[in-house]
């Protein structure tokens, strides 16, 4: 028989019957549609926690404070001290004392109520100097942001994310009105672009302040070490970031008077390492969820080679019948192997659909990104035809091996 012909008649067996074959292609369906989506999963998921780092900037430093102990002797995790200053925002601002620092923009956060004659909404205010928008990206779509007159003299000036104003006003054009803070009246000076959220925190629903007012009008006056939550250095430029690091290092270590850097009370991290470490997270886990996949497309291996088994078994006439009329092995071997590809492939092209079909619906329920992989779906296809023929060969060799007349004694 010819090549041509072999497939016609695997068509027409698969189409004489349509539930059995359907069956069959069910847990490939299922396998592919997996294997399609989960890959999507991990690598949207990995888009968007690298975009959010990313946004950030590749050559950002992040300066956090060490650990914290309460009264009962308790040590909290690195973050929640107070071993940040302003001195060391200052003194890291310092050409002299780091070289390759482009911008420092020290940061001190309070949950605090802003209040709009009958409304009133509780929003991150943050205190920052006039750098802060450099350092951490950020535009302005109206107004301008604090001058250095104005943090000098703890002016009473804010400036509003667009969430933030438009919760207080109902608009984001809202420059020259005024906000109150603990009794204390504030002049809206400017409003931040949009710049979309970090995780679960809306990086639009904040208030920032010069940060001689945070400490002059905002904070209880039990606050005297003038301790920051942040330090952020913008580095002269990608390949200067270890160089700024080392150089922060050493000038923080000083000022603590530590002499190793084991004891530090502060950690540096960059924003490059974060996103190495989170695509790493991503990677292992996109592994492990298309290995979980893998398994479905493995069920779905063996119901076609059971299936093509049973097939096997009730078309034994028709096999004698082939091998009477002088259909060699290689044909009937060649026909339940094709038989059994048509059908992985089949089953992966609708797997594939379905799982395309689900990761363009599922983001609007999910809320997360799901990429479409092209390389992901051709390699699933292939594996899908190749499941087709690797569990239909021991079927197929069964088939090509039954002698004519036993096959035709048989029924």
Request: charged share 20%; aromatic share 4%; net charge negative.
């Amino acid at each position: 028989m010819r090549p041509a012909d072999l497939f016609k008649s695997s068509l027409s067996a698969i189409r004489a019957h349509k539930m059995r074959s359907a069956l069959t292609m069910l847990g490939i369906v299922v396998g592919i549609a997996s294997v399609v989506l989960t890959v999507g999963l991990g690598l949207g998921t990995q888009k968007d926690v690298s975009e959010e780092i990313s946004a950030l900037g590749s050559d950002l430093l992040i300066v956090s404070p060490g650990s914290s102990t309460d009264e009962d002797g308790m040590q909290g995790g690195f973050g929640t001290g107070d071993t940040l200053t302003l001195t060391d925002a200052e003194a890291l601002a310092s050409i002299i004392a780091v070289p390759d620092a482009a911008a420092v923009a020290a940061e001190k956060t309070e949950s605090l109520s802003l209040e709009y004659g009958e409304t009133n909404w509780t929003t991150d205010v943050t205190g920052a100097s006039t750098s802060w928008t450099e350092v951490r990206s950020r535009e302005l779509l109206y107004g301008s942001f604090f001058t250095e007159d104005e943090e000098t003299s703890g002016a009473n000036v804010i400036v509003l994310g667009t969430e933030t104003a438009t919760e207080l006003f109902g608009s984001t054009n809202v420059v020259g009105q005024e906000v109150t803070i603990d009794d204390e009246t504030f002049e809206v000076i400017g409003v931040l672009a949009e710049a979309g959220s970090s995780g679960d925190t809306s990086l639009d629903d904040m208030a920032v302040v010069p940060m001689t007012t945070m400490f002059e009008s905002l904070i209880d006056d039990t606050t005297s070490t003038e301790s920051v939550d942040t330090i952020y250095i913008k580095a002269n430029d990608s390949d200067s970031l270890s160089a700024a690091s080392q150089e922060a290092t050493a000038l923080l270590l000083n000022l603590h008077g530590i002499s190793s850097a084991d004891d530090a009370d502060f950690s540096i991290d960059a924003q490059d390492s974060l996103i190495s470490t989170a695509t790493a997270v991503y990677e292992k886990l996109t592994i492990l969820l298309t290995g979980i996949a893998a398994l479905a497309l493995l069920v779905g291996g063996i119901g076609v080679m059971n299936i093509m088994l049973v097939s096997v078994t009730e078309r034994t006439k028709e096999i004698g019948l082939r091998k009477a009329l002088g259909a060699a092995p290689a044909n009937i071997r060649n026909q339940f192997l094709i038989e059994a590809m048509i059908l992985g492939l089949a089953g992966g092209a609708i797997g594939a659909l379905i799982g395309v079909g689900l990761a363009l619906a599922l983001p609007t329920v999910l809320g997360s990104t799901i990429v479409i992989s092209g390389l992901a779906l051709v390699v699933s296809i292939v594996v899908a035809v190749g499941i087709g023929a690797i569990f239909g060969v021991y079927p197929a060799a069964r088939a090509a091996k039954l002698a004519p007349i036993d096959a035709l004694r048989d029924q």
